[in-house]
């Protein structure tokens, strides 16, 4: 399993999902558009994002992208399955989520930025699109608790 960030900004939100990463098995993330990497384009540490992960980049593979659409086509074509996680009116609860055999074998999952989510062209892409159904007042979860669930989930739907 993989994971995706969307222009995710915030590098306490990042280093978070490190660290998650971590702990559910993600053997790598890709960081595109505006996300930061734990390695600045100058070289240096990203200090407030590895004050966060504890490490974790040094376990966990990434690599940075410029283009999401591109790294999607990609990755399809090496047969992954692409699950977006977006508050979206065709989206399936993440706990009625249903994967086959085969797309238990390469699983790709996908994160937005805080304020915009993704865009269209991106949940056109995408196999399946999943949400966390909502039921206080507030539209969403902070973008690091939510991978934290949905990674966990999906960990346990591939060990069944």
Not at 8 to 28: C, H, L, M, P
Not at 38 to 61: F, H
Not at 80 to 91: G, Q, S
């Amino acid at each position: 399993m993989i994971a995706i960030l969307h222009n995710v900004r915030s590098q306490y939100n990042v280093g978070s999902i490190f660290r998650t990463s971590d702990a559910s098995g993600v053997e790598k993330i890709y960081l595109c558009g505006i996300t930061p990497a734990p390695i600045d384009r100058y070289g240096k540490p990203n200090t407030k994002m590895l004050k966060v992960s504890l490490g974790a980049e040094n376990s966990v593979k990434w690599e940075s992208s410029k283009s999401t659409t591109s790294l999607i086509d990609r990755l399809k074509k090496q047969n992954y399955t692409i699950i977006a996680v977006e508050l979206a009116p065709n989206a399936v609860p993440y706990f009625s989520l249903k994967i086959n055999k085969k797309q238990k074998s390469k699983i790709a999952m996908i994160f937005g930025g805080e304020v915009k989510g993704l865009s269209p062209a991106i949940l056109k892409r995408a196999d399946i699109i999943t949400q966390i159904p909502m039921h206080g007042k507030k539209e969403s979860l902070n973008v690091a608790v939510a991978y934290g669930i949905i990674a966990y989930h999906l960990r346990h739907m591939l060990l069944t």
